[in-house]
């Protein structure tokens, strides 16, 4: 409730009459070719996408992943805050980006320091009331800021719970 109130003030282009959409989301690291899907890195999470001015969203996260340990990978939860654009057509097919920093809990052998840049691509399908499915290709990267940076990339599909609004 009062990270809704705060982001709401804070945000002074928001339409009253959009929705707040959660968004969870499953998805499988690239590794899944190389591991086979039963080895492969699981992410998991949460978001809150908050409209501002069309076409422009807020999204706040929260997941993790799960990691077998393969090349001294592992396991860690993350925090995410990203700012990014979704492009309704008509026929209720879009299209989204998003882009942001990141908390990382646990380092690896991939991902080298705690900060990260999360990087999102997708698309799905809406319905008018703000209802929707879709999939994405997620990047997690320090930019080279700190070493290793290998990167994390990860497919995942997801779903758009609208919590209100027209």
Same mark, same amino acid.
């Given at each position: 409730?009062?990270?809704?109130?705060?982001?709401?003030?804070?945000?002074?282009?928001?339409?009253?009459?959009?929705?707040?959409?959660?968004?969870?989301?499953?998805?499988?690291?690239?590794?899944?070719?190389?591991?086979?899907?039963?080895?492969?890195?699981?992410?998991?999470?949460?978001?809150?996408?908050?409209?501002?001015?069309?076409?422009?969203?807020?999204?706040?996260?929260?997941?993790?992943?799960?990691?077998?340990?393969?090349?001294?990978?592992?396991?860690?939860?993350?925090?995410?805050?990203?700012?990014?654009?979704?492009?309704?057509?008509?026929?209720?097919?879009?299209?989204?980006?998003?882009?942001?920093?990141?908390?990382?809990?646990?380092?690896?052998?991939?991902?080298?320091?705690?900060?990260?840049? %999360? $990087?999102?691509?997708? @698309?799905?399908? +809406?319905?008018?009331? *703000?209802?929707?499915? =879709? !999939?994405? #290709?997620? %990047? $997690?990267?320090?930019? @080279?800021?700190? +070493?290793?940076?290998? *990167?994390?990339?990860? =497919? !995942?599909? #997801?779903?758009?719970?609208?919590?209100? @609004?027209?």
């Amino acid at each position: 409730m009062h990270v809704t109130l705060l982001l709401i003030l804070l945000t002074p282009g928001m339409a009253a009459t959009a929705p707040i959409q959660l968004v969870p989301r499953f998805g499988f690291e690239k590794n899944a070719f190389q591991y086979g899907v039963g080895a492969a890195e699981r992410l998991y999470s949460l978001g809150a996408v908050f409209p501002l001015s069309d076409p422009t969203r807020l999204k706040a996260e929260v997941g993790g992943w799960i990691s077998k340990g393969q090349d001294g990978r592992r396991s860690s939860l993350y925090a995410s805050f990203s700012w990014g654009f979704r492009a309704v057509m008509k026929s209720g097919l879009f299209g989204e980006v998003f882009l942001g920093p990141t908390y990382l809990h646990t380092t690896d052998s991939q991902l080298g320091g705690h900060f990260q840049i %999360h $990087f999102e691509l997708g @698309g799905g399908i +809406m319905t008018d009331s *703000g209802w929707g499915l =879709g !999939t994405a #290709f997620g %990047h $997690f990267s320090s930019a @080279g800021i700190e +070493m290793p940076n290998e *990167g994390k990339d990860f =497919g !995942t599909v #997801f779903a758009i719970i609208s919590l209100g @609004g027209s």
